[in-house]
C-alpha cells in the first residue's frame, strides 16, 4: 500500500503541470480553473433552486432530481472526506481555490468536483434528449474536469479515480434507488412557486 501510494504522489506530482500560477501554461491553467468554476457546487445548487421556482411545474421533474443528486453528491463527499482526511497536494495553491466549507479546503480525498462532474454529465446525458454532438460536449466537459485536478495540483490521481466511481454510484443510485416521480416533483414545485408568489 505503501509502494502505490508512492507511486500516486508522484505521478500526480509530474502531471501537475498547472498547479503554480506561474507556469508557462498559463492559458491552459486559466482554462482548468474555468473547468473547477463550472463544477462548483454553489452554481449548481443555484441553478436547480432557480430552476424549481421558475419553470413549470410540469418541467421541474429533471431539477428536483437533481437537487436531490447534488444534496447527496455533497453529503457524500464531504463525509468521506472527514473519514479518510486526507490533506491536500503539498504544491496545491489554496490562495486561488474557491471552497464551500472548511473542509473541503483541507481534505483531498475524494475529488469533489469529479464526483459532480460524473454524477451531472451522467444525468444529463440519461435525462435529456441531447443531440449526439451535445453529447460528446458534455462527455468532454465532465472528463475535462475530472483531469484538470490534477493538473491543478488540487488532488491526486487516485482521489479523481475514487472520485469517478463514486460519481457514477451517486447517477446510479439517484436512478434506481432514490428516483424522485414526477407527481412528487410536481407538487414540490408548485409548493415552492405558490410560496414564491405570495412573497
Known amino acids: 500500500m505503501d509502494y502505490l501510494l508512492k507511486q500516486d504522489k508522484f505521478i500526480s506530482r509530474q502531471l501537475a503541470i498547472c498547479a503554480d500560477p506561474t507556469t508557462p501554461w498559463k492559458y491552459l491553467r486559466l482554462c ?3 473547468l473547477e468554476l463550472s463544477f ?3 452554481p449548481w445548487l443555484i441553478y436547480a433552486i432557480v430552476a424549481i421556482f421558475m419553470v ?4 421541474t ?3 428536483v432530481n437533481l437537487l436531490a443528486a447534488l444534496i447527496l453528491d455533497l453529503l457524500v463527499s464531504l463525509v ?44 444529463l446525458l440519461y435525462s435529456l434528449e441531447l443531440s449526439f454532438s451535445s453529447q460528446i ?13 490534477v493538473m491543478l495540483g488540487r488532488h491526486y490521481v487516485t482521489d ?10 451517486q447517477f446510479y443510485a439517484m ?13 414540490i414545485a408548485k409548493h415552492c412557486q405558490s410560496l414564491l408568489s405570495r412573497s
Open 80 to 123: 468521506v472526506k472527514v473519514t479518510v482526511r486526507r490533506p491536500r497536494p503539498s504544491y496545491h495553491h489554496s490562495k486561488d481555490f474557491l471552497v464551500s466549507v472548511k473542509i473541503d479546503k483541507k481534505f483531498s480525498f475524494p475529488s469533489g468536483h469529479t464526483t459532480r462532474a460524473i454524477m451531472c454529465g451522467c444525468l
Open 40 to 42: 462548483h457546487g454553489i
Open 137 to 149: 460536449l458534455v462527455l468532454t466537459w465532465s472528463i475535462s474536469t475530472a483531469v484538470s485536478r
Open 56 to 59: 413549470e411545474a410540469e418541467r
Open 160 to 169: 479523481v479515480i475514487a472520485g469517478s466511481i463514486f460519481g457514477f454510484l
Open 32 to 34: 482548468f480553473r474555468l
Open 175 to 187: 436512478v434506481h434507488y432514490l428516483h424522485i416521480d414526477a407527481s412528487t416533483c410536481q407538487s
Open 61 to 63: 421533474s429533471y431539477y
